[in-house]
């Protein structure tokens, strides 16, 4: 998440929303870009959308769709209240996170005692990418998709839920989607070959749902 370009990451993430609980009133989006995520929380279900965002101009675009805008990084010093939020999202920004633990054992504060953490992070398990990795024997770093040059982490479907696991959640859901997305299509042909094996190399990226383990 400590991108300087936030240009790269906007966008409504629409499909998370099938991912939301039923009935929540408020949601924390960390890393919540311009903001287009929640307004579309907000339209749907008319919760109170916060987010906190690092870079500045798009900090200051959020604040005109959510109800608050943290503008700086999620840590110990985020004025964020504890047991406060129903839902805490984290769209495609787990990844920036130098050490993800730290943020998700955070988050599991902020969420109210029957909260729903809900995770979007690439699948370094693509198919496109792994073709790169072994045929290409590269690892190259581009401006924007897996991987991207500010990931600092890669998750896999298992490295994920052990993950969040790991923070003290249960995992009640893991599920790929966007599969064959952009130039995985190319690739498709792979899976017949590599058989269920590979089933999971199809998405592009992995949704995780889980409630917090609490003492």
């Known amino acids: 998440m400590s991108h300087e370009d ?39 279900s008319g919760a109170v959308v916060w987010g906190v965002e690092p870079v500045a101009a798009t900090a200051k ?9 943290i503008h700086g990084y999620f840590d110990a010093e985020s004025p964020i209240p504890d047991d406060f939020f129903d839902v805490v999202t984290f769209n495609d920004s787990l990844e920036h996170f130098p050490e993800p633990r ?24 693509y198919v496109e990418n792994v073709k790169n990795l072994l045929f290409g024997k590269d690892w190259k770093y581009t401006p924007m998709g897996i991987l991207d040059d500010t990931h600092l ?18 995992v009640t859901k893991v599920q790929g989607i966007n599969p064959y997305f952009e130039s995985g299509n190319k690739t498709r042909l792979l899976h017949p070959l590599l058989g269920s094996w590979a089933a999971d190399m199809k998405y592009y990226q992995f949704v995780a749902v889980a409630t917090p383990i609490n003492d």
Do not use: H, M, W
């Open 6 to 44: 936030g240009k790269k990451y906007t966008g409504d993430r629409a499909v998370i929303l099938d991912y939301l609980p039923g009935k929540f009133s408020t949601l924390l989006d960390i890393g919540c870009s311009s903001g287009e995520f929640g307004a579309k929380v907000k339209k749907q």
């Open 61 to 69: 675009n959020a604040t005109k769709v959510l109800d608050k805008v």
């Open 102 to 125: 730290t943020p998700l054992e955070l988050a599991r504060r902020k969420l109210k005692k029957n909260g729903v953490l809900i995770c979007c992070v690439p699948n370094v398990r």
């Open 153 to 170: 982490r890669f998750f896999t479907e298992r490295s994920l839920r052990r993950t969040i696991a790991d923070a003290r959640y249960e």
